[in-house]
């Protein structure tokens, strides 16, 4: 790791922070984004705040065909958490684009639209679709989906199906357009899924989609959700996020990393940002707090101020320095060397 420089007695200037993050071939403004399946196609957020004012808005998955989604009941409060079984509902990519992305472009928002399939061949439709009608930033490739061809299989949990997809994506995709798979956090090998999707064409990747969960009422002693199974999000899971973050980032140092799960304020944003993520997601938030996007933003800028970056790029993947490399600069401008903690980062 390079020679770090932070210093912990001089705040940026109020006007000038930069919280620009570059995606590949994609620069956004800001590194907050939306996440998939947390706030539609941003309408809504619409009313709280400005969503062009944020790094972007990650649409809920698109599928080819409209689809009701599973039975209901599908969502479940859980010890810092929830539990939902959507089952993806949606308009069906038509639909979508002429509705929901038209929308997008009409308001000028940074739309990285998200697609989902259930064999590559839809997905192949989907991004072949998207291709002809234009008018957004990137595609992320929600891959935690159930393969219909191979006994419900979902693809991110292997490294060759995972690449199957990313490949048939990017085939028919214009070249130029950055693509990020989603990665689900139930593998035994994060990085191996990673490097794989890397290499079958992903410009970076998204993590984490929902982890596998269950809840049984002890009432009625059945399962809670219809579905039985479902996706648990929020800030329960953001260790497991921050994990892999990290994990993926030692191993694949120039990869983009869009990170997610459990973001709630700036802090967690910057926690995440420190163990590697070009960008975040903020989902499950946006539920009991729909500014929650725009809050964590502020939020995230004054984390780093206070820390004295004067940049967001400057605290991307800091953690990983070697800490007997770090100097600090004190408030007399002076440099020490900081194999010891700094007490003033750290808080009860
Ligand atoms: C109700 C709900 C619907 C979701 N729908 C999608 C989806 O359509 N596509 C997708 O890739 N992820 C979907 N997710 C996963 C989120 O985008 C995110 O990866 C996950 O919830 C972790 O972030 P969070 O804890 O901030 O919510 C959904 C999550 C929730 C809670």
């Not at 219809?226 to 990869?255: D, F, K």
């Not at 926690?271 to 996007?293: K, Q, W």
């Amino acid at each position: 790791m390079t020679r770090t420089i932070i210093s912990t007695g001089k705040a940026a200037p109020e006007s000038t922070f930069d919280l620009r993050t570059q995606l590949g071939s994609l620069e956004l403004q800001s590194p907050v984004l939306t996440a998939s399946g947390c706030a539609a196609a941003g309408r809504e957020l619409d009313n709280y705040f400005d969503i062009t004012a944020i790094g972007g808005i990650v649409t809920k998955s698109i599928m080819l065909a409209p689809r009701s989604g599973r039975a209901t009941p599908r969502m479940a409060e859980t010890p810092s958490g929830m539990l939902n079984s959507i089952g993806l509902q949606g308009p069906g990519v038509e639909s979508f684009l002429e509705t929901d992305l038209a929308w997008l472009q009409r308001r000028g928002a940074r739309t990285i639209v998200s697609i989902a399939g259930g064999t590559a061949d839809e997905f192949g439709k989907v991004a072949a679709k998207l291709r002809v009608a234009g008018g957004f930033d990137a595609i992320e490739v929600n891959i935690s989906c159930p393969n219909v061809e191979d006994r419900g299989q979902v693809f991110a949990c292997r490294a060759d199906t995972s690449a199957q997809i990313i490949q048939t994506v990017r085939r028919n995709s214009d070249n130029k357009i950055p693509i990020f798979a989603k990665l689900s956090p139930d593998v035994t090998d994060i990085v191996e899924i990673a490097t794989s999707v890397s290499q079958a064409g992903a410009t970076g990747v998204s993590v984490i989609n929902t982890l596998l969960g269950m809840v049984i009422d002890t009432q009625t002693m059945r399962p809670v959700l219809a579905g039985v199974t479902g996706g648990l999000s929020g800030p329960a899971i953001r260790p497991i996020a921050v994990r892999c973050i990290w994990q993926i980032r030692s191993a694949l140092p120039n990869v983009p990393i869009i990170g997610m799960g459990g973001v709630r304020t700036g802090q967690d944003a910057l926690e995440m940002v420190l163990a590697g993520a070009n960008a975040i997601s903020v989902g499950t938030s946006i539920f009991n707090d729909p500014g929650a996007p725009m809050r964590i933003q502020k939020e995230l800028e004054q984390e780093l101020r206070n820390r004295g970056f004067e940049s967001l790029t400057q605290a991307i993947s800091f953690a990983h320095r070697e800490v007997s490399e770090a100097v600090i600069e004190d408030e007399t401008g002076e440099s020490k060397d900081e194999s010891e903690p700094d007490w003033d980062f750290i808080s009860e």
